[in-house]
C-alpha cells in the first residue's frame, strides 16, 4: 500500500477573504485526523503482508522437503534398478514398475518381419495422391488374417484412404504412399504393412475387385531365453522378459552365444535422495530461524512455528521396528547440535553391505516406514484442505483482502469528508469576504463624512 499522502486525494482552498489560508489550514488538520483511522489500517496491512511473505516462504520450504520425500519413493523403487548387458547391440532393455534384481540369457534366433503389401499396378494410375485414387469407389473393405473393417474415406483420394486406414490402429495395419514411378511420371501406389510380426494375410477390396498384392510375407521374431531348447515365437520385437523386464530385440545373436543381461540394484539412486531430502530439512530449519531473535520476521510467536517444529521433531526421531536406538543413522543420516541433519555416507554404505533391502525396508513407502510418516507429518502444515499451512496462508489473505477494502472505503470517506468541509468552508468565506467588503466601504464613508465635517468647521 502507497503511503498516506499519496492516497488522498488534495483540496487546495482558494477563498476571498483574509481567512482563507487558515481555512486552508482547517482542512488540512481535518484530513490529518480523519486519516489516523486510515494509517492505522495500512499499518495492519502491511503488518499482514508480511506475515503472508513469511509464511508463503515456509510453505515453500515445507513443500520441497516434501518433494524430496516422494523422491525418496522413486528411489528405493524402479528408480534403484539397472539393467546391463554384455552385448548391448543384441537388445535393449527397458525397467518398470514390478522389476525385480535377476540375471537372463538371450539368445535371438530372428527378429521376424512384416507382411507388405502394395497395390496393384493394374489399378487407375495415380499422378496427384491428393485428387486422384487408386480406384473410385467411396467404400472398402479391408481383410485382416479374416477379420473384416469397411473403411470410408472422407474424401476420395488416395491420400484420403490412407487417413482413413491410420485413423483406426486396431485395424492391424498402417498405410503409406510410394512413388513406383519417376519423378516427371510419377506412379503412386498404397502400401499397406501389417502391425505384428508374422505370416499375416492383408488385402482391400473396392466392392467389386481386390486392390493389394502381397509383396512379402512376414515372419515371426524368434528367440530362447536362459538356454532352454525350445524357441519361443513372437508377434512383436518387443518381448517381456520377466515382470518389470522388456526387451526390444535389435540384433541376432550369433549361433549359440547369447546375451547376459543382468537386473540388478543399487543404492546409488537412494544415496542422492537422501542427500537431497537432507538440504531440504535443513532448509527449513533455516526457514524457521528467521523468526526468532531480535531480528525475526512476522510470523515471531505465531503457534503456526510450534506445529511446524513439531513436524521436524516427528521426522527427525522416527525410529523404524528394528532399528534399535539408531534411528535415521541406519540410513547415514544424523541431527547435529544446531537441529540440522547430515548425510553420513559411511552409515549408509555400513548398512547397505548387509543388504540394501535394510535401506529399502526403513524407508518404505507411501504406506509404511520412514517415507510414510513423513509424509504424513508433513500433510500436517501441507495438506491443501486442512493443512495448518495452508489453512493459515488463506485466512491471511482473506484478511488482507478485507483490510484493503477497509481502506479503500476509509479513502473515498476522507475525500468526500474533505470536499464536503471545503463547501462549507467556501460558504463561509464568501460570507466573510461580503461582510469585509461592507466593512471596507462603511469605513471609507465613515471616514469621508469625518473629513467632511472637519472641513466644514
Not at 1 to 27: A, N, R
Not at 384 to 403: C, F, H, M, Q, R
Request: glycine share 8%; net charge negative; hydrophobic share 35%.
Amino acid at each position: 500500500m502507497s503511503s498516506i499522502s499519496s492516497l488522498i486525494t488534495p483540496v487546495t482552498f482558494t477563498g476571498q477573504s483574509k481567512f482563507s489560508s487558515d481555512f486552508q489550514t482547517i482542512i488540512n488538520r481535518a484530513v490529518q485526523l480523519q486519516s489516523l483511522n486510515l494509517q492505522t489500517l495500512v499499518t495492519q496491512e502491511q503488518n499482514t503482508q508480511a506475515q503472508q511473505n513469511s509464511l508463503q516462504a515456509l510453505d515453500q520450504t515445507f513443500a520441497k522437503l516434501q518433494t524430496a520425500t516422494t523422491a525418496l519413493t522413486a528411489a528405493v523403487g524402479l528408480a534403484s534398478y539397472t539393467a546391463t548387458l554384455d552385448n548391448p547391440a543384441t537388445a535393449n532393455v527397458t525397467l518398470s514398475d514390478g522389476a525385480t534384481a535377476g540375471t537372463y540369457q538371450l539368445e535371438v534366433q530372428s527378429l521376424g518381419s512384416h507382411t507388405q503389401s502394395i497395390s496393384d499396378d493394374s489399378l487407375l494410375t495415380v499422378s496427384s495422391p491428393t485428387s486422384q485414387n487408386i480406384s473410385s469407389s467411396g467404400t472398402f473393405t479391408l481383410t485382416v488374417n479374416g477379420t473384416e473393417s469397411t473403411i470410408t474415406p472422407l474424401s476420395n483420394t488416395l491420400q484420403g484412404l490412407v487417413n482413413a486406414i491410420n485413423g483406426n490402429p486396431a485395424l492391424g495395419v498402417s498405410a503409406s504412399i510410394v512413388n513406383v514411378g519417376s519423378s516427371g511420371s510419377p506412379d503412386y501406389r498404397l502400401a499397406i504393412q501389417a502391425t505384428d510380426l508374422g505370416a499375416v494375410s492383408v488385402q482391400l477390396n473396392d466392392g467389386t475387385q481386390d486392390l493389394l498384392n502381397t509383396v512379402s510375407t512376414g515372419t515371426l521374431a524368434s528367440y530362447k531365453v536362459d538356454n532352454l531348447p525350445t524357441p519361443i515365437t513372437s508377434t512383436s520385437d518387443t518381448i517381456t522378459l520377466a515382470p518389470g523386464v522388456t526387451v526390444l530385440l535389435q540384433q541376432v545373436s550369433p549361433p549359440n552365444v547369447p546375451t547376459t543381461i543382468t537386473v540388478g540394484q543399487s543404492g546409488d539412486a537412494a544415496q542422492t535422495a537422501l542427500q537431497n531430502f537432507a538440504t531440504a530439512y535443513n532448509a527449513v530449519v533455516d526457514q524457521l530461524a528467521q523468526s526468532h531473535g531480535s531480528n525475526g520476521n512476522a510470523l515471531q510467536g505465531d503457534s503456526i512455528l510450534f506445529s511446524a517444529n513439531s513436524v521436524l521433531h516427528q521426522i527427525n526421531s522416527y525410529v523404524g521396528s528394528g532399528t534399535g536406538a539408531a534411528g535415521l543413522s541406519t540410513i547415514g543420516l544424523d541431527l547435529d547440535k544446531t537441529g540440522h541433519l547430515t548425510f553420513n555416507a559411511s552409515e549408509f554404505q555400513a548398512t547397505a553391505n548387509s543388504g540394501l533391502s535394510n535401506i529399502t525396508q526403513f524407508l518404505g513407502d507411501t504406506t509404511s516406514g520412514f517415507i510414510a510418516a513423513t509424509s504424513n507429518a508433513l500433510d500436517q502444515l501441507e495438506n491443501p484442505v486442512d493443512g495448518l499451512l495452508k489453512s493459515e496462508e488463506n485466512s491471511t489473505a482473506a484478511s488482507i483482502t478485507s483490510l484493503t477494502s477497509k481502506i479503500y472505503d476509509q479513502i473515498d470517506f476522507i475525500n468526500n469528508y474533505q470536499q464536503n468541509l471545503a463547501l462549507q468552508l467556501a460558504q463561509s468565506d464568501a460570507v466573510i469576504a461580503q461582510l469585509e467588503s461592507q466593512s471596507s466601504y462603511l469605513t471609507t464613508l465613515f471616514n469621508y463624512n469625518n473629513n467632511n465635517s472637519n472641513g466644514n468647521n
